[in-house]
């Protein structure tokens, strides 16, 4: 149980475009998911927390107009990098936590994205 | 000082021997405590998960809470090549926006054949 999928895993696109990455919790629902992003080697780093129709709360620093974060049912909620630049290129993670579960995340295997 | 203080590593133990990780928080308010595995390129896995103080076992992984010391261990009894990998430690307050974690540095573990 507690299975979380994103897709795609890794995606490569030219600067300028936009990317959008999809989050689902697969055998549970959530109110809540959370985006995270994760430089080589150091700890991840959230970037918004998305409620269920609601707008996302985003961390400070984080411009909410370059990460679009949709949370269209209590089983998935979309990241879109509009406008992508090569420093945008990292490891993006989301999480879900489940209604009623316990208090903790269940975390995606990541999307690798590559800005060129 | 950050609030939650975890040493990156990287620890490296022979196979069978017995890991203890740990971290450090200065926020008395943080009631769940839990240790994510995470492999290279992968996302982190959920492993042990206690709330306040106390031992949790699982398997060869055991939790500890001390809050007194606000102080959080996870050990590995009988370490195998396949716990390779980087451990988070994570914790939250009771009440906040929406189940915020907390993560430590991570330390990356190596368990050699």
């Known amino acids: 149980g507690a299975v979380v999928s994103q897709h795609p895993s890794w995606v490569i696109c030219k600067s300028g475009t936009s990317v959008k990455i999809e989050c689902r919790s697969l055998d549970f629902q959530a109110t809540t998911m959370f985006w995270y992003r994760q430089f080589p080697k150091q700890s991840l780093m959230l970037m918004a927390t998305?409620?269920?129709?609601?707008?996302?709360?985003?961390e400070q620093g984080v411009e909410k107009d370059k990460f679009l974060i949709n949370h269209a049912s209590l089983t998935l909620s979309t990241l879109t990098v509009t406008s992508a630049h090569p420093e945008d290129s990292s490891f993006y993670i989301c999480?879900?936590?489940?209604?009623?579960?316990?208090?903790?995340?269940?975390f995606g295997p990541g999307t690798r994205l590559l800005v060129l | 000082q950050k609030e939650v203080e975890q040493d990156p590593g990287p620890l490296s133990v022979p196979e069978g021997a017995i890991v203890s990780l740990n971290c450090t928080y200065s926020n008395s308010a943080f009631q769940y405590f839990m240790w994510y595995r995470q492999y290279s390129r992968k996302g982190p896995e959920l492993l042990m998960y206690t709330y306040s103080s106390g031992n949790k076992e699982d398997g060869r992984f055991t939790a500890q809470v001390d809050k007194s010391s606000k102080y959080i261990s996870l050990f590995i009894r009988d370490s195998q090549p396949s716990d390779s990998a980087t451990y988070l430690c994570?914790?939250?307050?009771?009440?906040?926006?929406?189940?915020?974690?907390?993560f430590g540095q991570g330390t990356e573990l190596s368990v050699k054949p």
């Open positions: 999480s879900a936590r489940a209604v009623g579960g316990q208090e903790t995340q269940y």
């Open positions: 994570a914790m939250r307050v009771l009440y906040n926006q929406g189940g915020k974690l907390i």
């Open positions: 998305s409620n269920e129709g609601s707008k996302a709360t985003y």
